[in-house]
């Protein structure tokens, strides 16, 4: 291959995360609507007929599907389904940091208002309840980290006579942080944790 045709496979590449079109796609809101004694966060119960984390709490959100202008209107398309409201009912949608799993995900969380509290139905297939959270709450209460630990363990037939060390490879340990937050006997945790902490973070 001639050194300018490699140069100009390089001149028109844009860069991206590294093997990331074979991530699965999220986008998810932090929705906040307005109440008596203030700003609060509103959050979702997975329904227990969910197949996927069934009970836990979470924002809504979903997959980023191929209708989907962009990942913000993923994000208001899954909050006006689970929600039952209007996309009018939504304002101020701002993007915050988008986050990659180490399972293959990447998250693009966002903040949004509801302005039209009143008229949430929420969509019994996917949200067993929904329940508010007083904003201040949060800015006044700091979350739990614990970490999880993770073991290499490579497959069977794995080619240890190909790499320094062989069988005695010195695996890097890996770990995430888990947060946790603690409202009146409920667990907000996870990734829903992660986003809220991130989100605390920017408005303090």
Not at 31 to 51: A, N, Y
């Amino acid at each position: 291959m001639k050194l300018e045709k490699v140069m100009t496979k390089l001149k028109h590449h844009t860069p991206k995360i590294l093997g990331s079109e074979r991530f699965s796609k999220y986008a998810v809101m932090l929705p906040l609507l307005r109440k008596e004694d203030g700003i609060h966060v509103l959050f979702e119960v997975r329904s227990l007929e969910l197949r996927r984390q069934p009970g836990e709490i979470c924002f809504p959100g979903g997959r980023i599907e191929s209708q989907d202008l962009d990942e913000k209107d993923a994000a208001i398309r899954e909050t006006v389904e689970e929600l039952g409201i209007n996309k009018e009912d939504i304002s101020g949608v701002y993007p915050l940091d988008y986050m990659i799993s180490p399972f293959g995900m990447i998250l693009f969380p966002y903040v949004g208002y509801i302005n039209r509290p009143d008229a949430i139905r929420p969509n019994s297939g996917e949200v067993g309840e929904i329940f508010t959270v007083p904003l201040t709450f949060f800015i006044e209460n700091s979350h739990e980290i614990y970490r999880v630990h993770y073991k290499a363990e490579p497959e069977e037939g794995f080619p240890y006579d190909l790499i320094p060390g062989g069988e005695n490879y010195k695996w890097q340990a890996k770990g995430m942080e888990e947060y946790f937050y603690r409202y009146r006997g409920r667990v907000i945790w996870g990734l829903t944790a992660r986003v809220l902490a991130h989100f605390i973070e920017i408005i303090r």
